[in-house]
């Protein structure tokens, strides 16, 4: 068991270090900084939620007691 060892140990807590700080870095590099992005955001969501809503009231509407393929 020679490859676990306190130096492999370091060398490997130093890489997550190194690169958490580069993917956060590079994370915060790629999300636009703009009011229009935000605004364009904002949009998409509502109209994801919106669509959203109106596939599951759609499925709540269609259901019924009894089922035509069963004969109940």
């Known amino acids: 068991m020679g490859i676990f060892n306190k130096r492999n140990a370091a060398v ?4 997550l270090l190194v690169g958490k700080r580069v993917a956060k870095r590079k994370a915060k590099n790629a ?3 703009g009011t229009k992005a935000k605004a364009g955001a904002g949009a998409v969501g509502a109209v994801a939620a919106a669509g959203g809503a109106l596939l599951f009231w759609k499925k709540r509407r269609g259901k019924s007691g009894s089922d035509p393929e069963l004969g109940r």
């Open 31 to 33: 999300i636009p900084s």
């Open 12 to 15: 490997g807590w130093l890489a």
